[in-house]
């Protein structure tokens, strides 16, 4: 396999690139990141006498989540960079793997589309570059899969591991992109459009509407105990553009998930309380989803899987894990709980 290099994020973090072949704006690759959990104290020396009766040191006890591997994959028009998130699970002893899919953050290479897909199922290659990574040399017994996505992640793993049954032990869903954000009849009306400009024409220019206004609000709420140096360069401040086969391709993904699709997995799904529409700015976008209908994606998220828990927290923005300082610390309350409980029924 490839070797592990030190990451821009620094402190516990290394990254290796994965290798995915050739098309046709030139070499393919994604990039693992990976941050490991803090090596287990030494247990205490024992005392003379216990020596003296053959006493020995017990064994340091195994960590709630020491057999969990971590996956998390990105939203769109963004890359992983949440050191605390990684440390979230790593503090309770699981391996945190972090992909920037081709095309993203770390993956993107001179001369090509910025996060350009025509078919999500092509994230196939890339999940499975990372999966052959995480489990080489495994032979110290079996180990559970979390997945973790965020926006347009979360629905490219809920496709993934539908196609996929067995593979993953959960599933965490930052506010996951499972449904348009317009009207049904719209949704409706647009799809056959774009459809035909793929075939087309599939790098047709959709029109900018992003204002930065997202972002603004990001800035606006940043938490100074949890810092992010943000490369703008992978995650700039109004979105990437939008191209017509892109844009087929999470159509498409949509109407995959309003048929319904069967995790075999327990999904925790986390989303804003509310939405707010960025048409102009104010302090309302700090504290809502200015991306996505929330309660359109909490409906669309009943659909995924047998089990699914769906978390809103007040005040969050769409990645609920950058909002303020109490929907934040709520967020990872909220996901607490459920991976306690979860790690407590899959290891039963």
């Known amino acids: 396999m490839g070797e592990w290099t030190p990451d821009v994020l620094g402190d516990e973090f290394f990254q290796q690139t994965l290798p995915l072949g050739q098309d046709d704006e030139g070499e393919v690759v994604a990039t693992i990141v990976r941050a ?32 969990v591997d971590v996956l998390y994959v990105h939203g769109w028009s963004d890359y992983f960079f949440q050191k605390r998130l990684a440390r979230f699970w790593t503090a309770r002893g699981a391996r945190f793997f972090a992909l920037d899919l081709r095309k993203y953050g770390r993956s993107l290479r001179p001369g090509q589309t910025p996060g350009y897909i025509d078919d999500l199922a092509t994230y196939d290659e890339d999940i499975a570059a990372a999966l052959a990574v995480i489990r080489e040399g495994q032979d110290a017994g079996p180990r559970r899969l979390m997945l973790f996505g965020h926006s347009t992640g979360g629905l490219i793993l809920s496709l993934w ?46 029109p900018q509407v992003d204002l930065g206004f997202y972002t603004r609000a990001q800035n606006a709420v940043a938490d100074p105990d949890d810092p992010m140096d943000v490369n703008l360069d992978w995650r700039p401040e109004q979105t990437m ?19 319904g699709v069967q995790i075999d997995a327990p999904v925790l799904v986390l989303l804003s309380a509310r939405t707010a529409m960025p048409t102009a700015w104010s302090e309302d976008l700090t504290r809502a989803d200015t991306v996505l209908w929330v309660d359109d994606i909490a409906r669309a998220a009943l659909k995924l899987g047998p089990s699914v828990t769906v978390a809103r927290i007040d005040g969050a923005l769409h990645d609920v894990f950058l909002s303020r300082h109490e929907a934040r610390e709520d967020a990872y309350a909220r996901l607490a709980q459920w991976v306690t409980g979860w790690n407590a029924a899959t290891r039963a």
């Open 241 to 259: 553009t939008v191209y017509a086969g892109w844009l087929n391709a999470i159509l498409t993904g949509h109407r995959q998930i309003a048929a």
């Open 36 to 67: 490991l959990p803090p090596a287990p104290e030494p247990a205490p020396a024992p005392t003379f006498w216990q020596r003296l009766r053959g006493v020995r040191p017990a064994p340091a006890p195994m960590p709630p989540l020491g057999d």
């Open 161 to 206: 591991a539908d196609r996929h049954q067995g593979e993953a032990a959960g599933m965490v869903l930052n506010s996951p992109w499972l449904e348009f954000q317009l009207p049904r009849f719209q949704r409706e009306t647009i799809a056959p459009l774009v459809g035909m400009q793929a075939k087309y024409w599939p790098l047709e220019k959709a």
